[in-house]
């Protein structure tokens, strides 16, 4: 069971056990705000409803600008495991620039590619190569990206992950 942390502000900021949660409810760190119904925890000292989100009754300060670090999994899930240049199935990435011509690991330089396509293009650009690619690299958007533990979401989450959208 997962709970999702809200910031004082409605900002989603993160997915924790619900034993993380009931401690800073208990603490009088965060709120509850829903809960899972028929589903007590029980304590030594009582009941406690268990929390499915929760948030905190102080603001906290998110550092840096909450950029997605660029990795092979997180460009194949950008891009639903499809081949940016032919569409079938991927499960290998490629360099729109190749590295040995100064292409850097970025999401703009990186798309998912099939093994196939990324063989028969090697060490080209896709312009050398005559083909165009099926979308436009970029940084992935949205609270499924920003918040971690959000890929496996619960219903109840749903309008508070909208909100950060």
Known sequence: ???????????????????????????EKATVVE???GDPVWAAAGTYDRPAVIILTRYVRVPGARRVPVTRRGVLRRDAHRCGYCGKAASTID??????????DTWENL????????NIKGDRTPQEMMWELRLIPGPPHGSSWTVRGVDKSDPRWEPYLALAA
């Open 1 to 27: 069971m997962r709970t999702l942390v809200l910031n004082a502000g409605y900002e989603p900021l993160a997915v924790v056990s619900f034993k993380r949660a009931l401690v800073l409810v208990m603490n």
């Open 35 to 37: 809960r899972v119904d």
């Open 95 to 104: 360099h729109v620039l190749p590295r040995s011509r100064g292409g850097k």
């Open 111 to 118: 798309v998912a590619c099939c093994l196939r396509c990324n």
